[in-house]
């Protein structure tokens, strides 16, 4: 899936989680850059979740590819 994002601050972390065991699958995002930027994010079908730590305002949008 792919990943646009939009950081309003100084500090923008995503990690894509496993939902059947909560375990790390990939960091999608880390910088310390404002700014906006996009990510392919490559995974083995299944339920994920987004975790993210993140200053000031954000956004995000995933899509299925």
Do not use: C
């Not at 960091?27 to 850059?33: I, M």
């Amino acid at each position: 899936w792919a990943n646009k994002a939009k950081n309003g601050m100084s500090l923008f972390q995503v990690y894509v989680h496993r939902s059947s065991d909560d375990g790390l699958a990939v960091v999608a995002a880390n910088t310390t850059s404002e700014g906006e930027d996009s990510t392919m994010v490559r995974v083995p079908e299944g339920q994920y979740y987004l975790k993210v730590n993140a200053l000031g305002s954000w956004a995000i949008r995933a899509e299925k590819r």
